[in-house]
C-alpha cells in the first residue's frame, strides 16, 4: 500500500508541489498560479535523498582524539574522515567545546556571521535561528552587508541619503510605471531572468520576461551594456562591455551631456551638489584627462560614435538608467553606482516616472513589484552583548590577521581574534572568494561547528557536523517581501536520516548550556510558528488585510494576499524633486551628493570625491592582462541557487565540471573545442571546467557560474570548476569592503585533446 500526496511548498525560488509516496519525495510540479516557473527544483528529488546527506552527528577524527588545542590537527580540515557519534553525546561534546571557549577567550572569540542564503521559511531560518542561540549565550562576532550588494550599502547612502535596501525596495520606479513611461532603458550589466528567477524567502510570480515581452510590444528601446548577450532577454541591443570599465563608459556619456549642454541645470543646482568639483575632472581641468568618448572607447571597448548617440538618445527621451548588482561585486564597485546615480542627476529625470536611476532590477525576484509591506512573521533574535563585527567579506582576512586594523566606511577597525567558527546555513568554501586563501585562514580557529544537511565543501571542513534537516522535512510558513503570497510548508516528509531541525539542535544546546528557557520561552517549533502567526495575522488586521487563521492557512496550504499593485504609491523621489527643502535627502546637504565632503575626508586612494575611473588591479587593461589575458565574470548558476542541490545536479552525466563560456576566437586561438574539459588558472588557483563556445560573449571574456563544491586535487586544482579557486579576496575599496569576485583575470588551456 502506498500513500501518495501532493502538496505545495515554497522556496527561494518560487513555489512548487511536491508528491510524496511514503517518506519519500518523488516528483515535483509547477505551481498553476505561476506564469513563468523556476525549473530548480526539478533536482529537489534526487537532492533530498542523496548519499551526500549528513546522515549522523559527526566529529573530525584527530580533534575527536586530540582536543582543539592540538594545532596539527586544524591542517587536516577538509582531508580527514569523521566519527560518526549519537545525538547525546554529540551535543555534550559541542556544549563543553563552546563553554570552554568563552570561559577561556571570551564571547569576542566566536564568529557567528554564519552568512547564506540557508532556505526559505519564517521560522526554521538557520541564521536566525544560530544568531538567537549564541546571543542566550553571551554573543558573538557578527558580519554586516551581503556578498550580494556590501560596495551598494556602503556608497548609496552617502550620495542620495538612504540605505541601498529602502531605495531597492520601496524608491523604484515599478515594471508597469516603466512600461508606461520609459522610452530607453539603459541596463548596465543587464536584466536578467535567470537571475529573478529567485528571491530571498520565494518571488511566486515569476514575472521579468513577460514585462520585456510588453517592453518591446511597446516600443521602449532596450539597452544592454554588458560583457554577455544574455544578460537581458532577447530583443535589446547589445553593447559588449568589457568588464569593470561601465564608470569610464558612464563616464563619457556625462561628458557629451557637459559638452553639449544636454544637461538638467535647474535640476543640477536645485537638487545637487558638488557638479562644479566633478565637472573639473569630467572635462579634464582637474587632471588633464578629457574623459571623452574617445577616451572612454579605448577602456571599454565600445566605439566613441555609439556613446556619443547614447547619450543623445538619453537626453532627448524618458530614460531608466539600471544598474545590476555585479557591477559593484568588483574592485572600485562603489564607482559604477555613484556615477550611474550622477549620470541620472545630469539628466535631470530623477524624480519623473519612468526616469532616473534604479538599482537591482532582475538581480532578483520582487524587485519593481510594488507589494504592501506587512510586518511581522519573524523569529526574535535577541540583543547580541558583542558589539564587534566585520564586513561579511573580509572573513579570511579577519582570520588570518586577528589584531590587525583595516578602513571601512570612515571607520579604523581592529580584526578580534576568533577561536571557534560556528556556521549554519551557507557554504563559504562556495561562495568566499580565493579558497585557496580561505583555507589558509579556515586553519587558524581551534574549533568549527557547522549545521548543514548535506556534505557540502564547508561541513567537510569543520570539526564538529550536525545534521540538519531540509525545509521539506519540517513545518513552516513562507512569506516574502516583495511578494503577496503567503504559504505553509508542511513537513511532506519525515527527517532524512538522523537529521534534526535547527531549533531543536539550538534548544539542546542551550540546554545543556543552562538557557533552555530565554532560548525556547518554553515553545515547542510548533508553538512558535503559531506565536509568531498570531501577531501577524493582528498585525495585518490592523493594516485592514484579512489574513486567514493559523488552521485555515494550514489547510488551505497558500493564499493570495491582497496586496498587490500595479504600482508604488508614489514616484521615487518626486517629492525631493518638487521641493528639495521640503523634502530633503538624508545626506549631510540634503541633496544628491555628486561631490561628498564625508567621502573625501576618509582621504581613501580607493574611493575619493567623486565618482572617478580607476583602473582596478584585474581587468583587460591591466598589465597582468599580459600573462592572464582573459576576463573571467563568476555569475550566479541559472540552473540552481548558489551551491544548492548541486549534488544533484553533479550527477547528471556532463553536467560537471561547470561550463565555461568563451567565445569563438579565445578557443580558436587555443585550439580549443567546444565539449573540451579544460583548466582555468592564475597563480591563485586553478579549476576544470567544460567548454561552451559562444558568439553571446565578448571576446577576452569568459563567464564561469558560481555553485560547484570545491573539491581540489591533492595540486589543488578544483575538479568541480567553483570560479573561486580564481577570484582575489580583497575588498571593493575601504568605503564598501564588500567582495570584488567579478575583478578577476585568467588564463585557460586544454587538459585533454
Ligand atoms: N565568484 C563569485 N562568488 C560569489 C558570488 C559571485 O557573484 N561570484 N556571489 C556571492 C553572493 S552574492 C552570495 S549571496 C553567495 C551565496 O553563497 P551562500 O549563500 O553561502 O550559498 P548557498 O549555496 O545558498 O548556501 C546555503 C547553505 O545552507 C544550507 N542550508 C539550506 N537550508 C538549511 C537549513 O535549514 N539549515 C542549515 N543548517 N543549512 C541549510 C545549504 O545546504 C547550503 O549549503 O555567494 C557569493 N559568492
Ligand atoms: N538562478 C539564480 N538566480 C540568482 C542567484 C542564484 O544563485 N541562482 N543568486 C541570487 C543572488 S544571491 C544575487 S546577489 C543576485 C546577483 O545578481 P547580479 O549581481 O546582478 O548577477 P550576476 O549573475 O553576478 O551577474 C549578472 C551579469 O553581470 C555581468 N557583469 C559582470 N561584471 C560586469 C561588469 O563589470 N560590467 C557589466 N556591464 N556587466 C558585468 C555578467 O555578464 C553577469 O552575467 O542573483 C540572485 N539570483
Ligand atoms: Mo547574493
Redesign the pocket.
Known sequence: MTNSKTRTTTSH?GAFNVTTRDDRIVGVSDFDNDPNP?A?SKSLPAAVHHRARVARPSIRKSWLEHGPSHVESRQLRGREEFIELPWDEALDIAAAEIDRVRQTYGNESIYGGSYG?ASAGRFHHALGQLHRFLNCTGGYVSSVA????AAAQAIIPHVLGMHFLKLMWAEINSWSTIAEHTKTLVM???I?P??????MGGVTHHETNSWFEEYQRRGIRLIN????R??TPDGADWLA??????TAMMLALAYVLDKENLLDKDFLSRNTVGYEIFQRYLNGSADGIAKSPHWASEICGIDADTIHHLAHTMAATRTLITV????Q??QHGEQ?YWMAATLAAMLGQIGLPGGGIGY?Y???GGIGISVKRLSGLTFPQLDNPVKTSIPVARIADMLLQPGGTYNFNGQSLTYPDIKMVYWCGGNPFHHHQDLHRLQDAWARPETIIVHEPWWTATALRADIVFPATTSYERHDIGRAQGDSYLFDMPALIPPVGEARDDYDIFAQLAHRAGVADTFTQGRSSEDWLQHMYEDFRSDSQQQGIEVPSFEDLVSKNWVDLPIRSAQFSQIPFEAFRQDPQQSPLQTPSGKIEIFSETIAGFAYEDCPGHPTWMPPSEWLGAERATKYPLHM??????????S?LECAIADIPGERPTPITLHPSDAAARSIVDGAIIRVFNDRGSCRAKVRISND?LQG?V?L???AWFTPTDDGTDTQGNPNTLTRDTGTSQLGQGSS??SCLVEIENIRP
Not at 565574470?633 to 548558489?642: A, I, N, R, T, Y
Open positions: 525560488w523556476s530548480i542564503w551581503s556578498y550580494s550588494t548596465f550589466g543587464g536578467n535567470k537571475n529573478s528567477q529567485v528571491s551594456i554588458s560583457p554577455q544574455t544578460d562591455i568589457k568588464p569593470g570599465t561601465d545590476s548588482w555585479s557591477l561585486r568588483a559604477p537591482g532582475g538581480a532578483i565574470v563568476s555569475p550566479q548558476p541559472g540552473d540552481k541557487l548558489h544548492q560573449i571574456v563567464s557560474p558560481t555553485g569576485a567579478h
